[in-house]
């Protein structure tokens, strides 16, 4: 059976097979998708990780006959971006300028290590190209490294100042719950798409805010059916997140819990929070 991957930095998922309909996620390079209905220049897809269904263009995407990466060209097979972003050239040398610009978390089939700065490497559409080792993670044995809490905390300040994204599910741009959702990627643990769908998640239970530990989520809304907003909870009153309409701030930031905007008094008037099971 083939398989489907996006081969373009990033995608944007619409409502409808519509260049006007509204954006509502993002599939990013080197994805697994799943191809629901084929229309023309557009395709109905679910991405893998979170079965997240959405319309594409058709362009963005690439099929293969086998896994991407594949598990052939030696014990280290794939590289993953570790980097917000990271240009993929078309030599070894800077000077002729990048053929691609990908995001975090962008992983690539590598071929060959040239020397200790470039390595050789491919694109799920078989484009080979080269990319620096310092924007990179080479898989070590089977699996690439995982965080623990403390990690993803510390991990999460690296994105700071990136701008909100409606939709953002890439380190281009994130919204709320697309940030959170990479974070705890990070750790091994995959969340829903959306806030109101983390808020109810099985794998999270209610914790009290006096009981607040560092990487709890903290969810903001108008009541329990209407979450409307997340953040990860660092420590004290501080919490990381990427939002656009309060604060007239739109990127990703630290906000303090007793600030009006956020402490039941302003925009949301509900709040609550999870720790991981």
Not at 36 to 52: F, K, N, P, S
Not at 165 to 180: A, E, H, L, N, Q
Not at 196 to 219: H, M, N, R, V, Y
Request: proline share 4%; with cysteine.
């Amino acid at each position: 059976m083939p398989k489907y991957y996006i081969s373009s930095p990033v995608e944007n998922m619409r409502a409808a097979a519509d260049q006007k309909s509204e954006v509502i996620s993002q599939a990013f390079f080197s994805e697994e998708i799943t191809l629901l209905e084929d229309r023309g220049e557009w395709a109905h897809i679910a991405t893998t990780v979170d079965q997240y269904q959405g319309w594409i263009k058709q362009k963005g995407i690439c099929r293969r006959e086998k896994n991407y990466p594949t598990s052939e060209i030696g014990s280290h097979s794939s590289v993953k971006i570790k980097r917000c972003s990271a240009h993929l050239y078309g030599y070894p040398d800077t000077i002729f300028g990048p053929i691609l610009t990908l995001p975090f978390e962008s992983r690539l089939e590598l071929h060959q290590e040239i020397d200790q700065r470039w390595l050789k490497v491919a694109t799920p559409d078989n484009q080979v190209g080269f990319v620096q080792r310092g924007d990179v993670e080479i898989k070590d044995g089977s699996e690439f490294s995982t965080y623990n809490t403390q990690q993803m905390c510390e991990l999460s300040h690296f994105f700071l100042g990136l701008p909100y994204t409606w939709g953002g599910r890439s380190s281009f741009g994130y919204d709320c719950s697309g940030f959170v959702q990479m974070l705890y990627r990070q750790c091994g643990i995959f969340l829903p798409r959306d806030s109101k769908d983390q808020c109810s998640w099985s794998g999270f239970i209610e914790t009290p805010f006096d009981s607040l530990k560092a990487g709890d989520l903290i969810f903001f809304g108008y009541d329990h059916d209407k979450i409307r907003h997340v953040g990860l909870f660092l420590s004290q009153d501080q919490f990381i997140h990427a939002a656009a309409v309060v604060e007239n701030a739109p990127y990703i930031r630290l906000s303090r819990l007793v600030d009006s905007a956020w402490n039941g008094t302003g925009y949301y008037n509900y709040r609550t929070a999870r720790t991981f099971r």
